[in-house]
C-alpha cells in the first residue's frame, strides 16, 4: 500500500484502524467531500451504530493483537503508519 486513501479504497481486503480519538483526522477530509474519507468515515459512523461490530479503532498497543486478526491492517497513529499482511 502507498497511502492511507489506498487501503481505504482496498477495503475489505485492507482495513484502516485508527487510535482511538483520532476520528476527527478522517471527519475533517469527509466533511470537506474527499470521496475516499467520505466512503471511510461512514463505515466508521455506521459500525459505531452498530455496537462496534467491526472496530475501525483501538486504544493502544496493548489492543493491537485482538484488532489484527485474520485480514490486512494498516493501523494509523498519526505518529506512524504500520501494514500488517
Not at 26 to 53: C, I, T
Request: glycine share 8%; aromatic share 16%.
Amino acid at each position: 500500500m502507498q497511502d492511507i486513501k489506498e487501503v481505504m479504497r482496498s477495503y475489505p481486503n485492507w482495513k484502516l484502524n485508527f487510535l482511538d480519538g483520532n476520528d476527527i483526522f478522517y471527519s475533517q477530509y469527509a466533511e470537506a467531500g474527499d470521496p475516499d474519507y467520505k466512503q471511510f468515515y461512514e463505515r466508521v459512523r455506521e459500525d459505531r451504530g452498530n455496537l462496534g461490530s467491526e472496530k475501525f479503532s483501538f486504544l493502544g498497543l496493548s489492543t493491537l493483537a485482538s484488532v489484527c486478526r485474520g485480514a490486512f491492517y494498516t493501523l494509523n497513529s498519526n505518529v506512524c503508519v504500520l501494514g500488517h499482511q
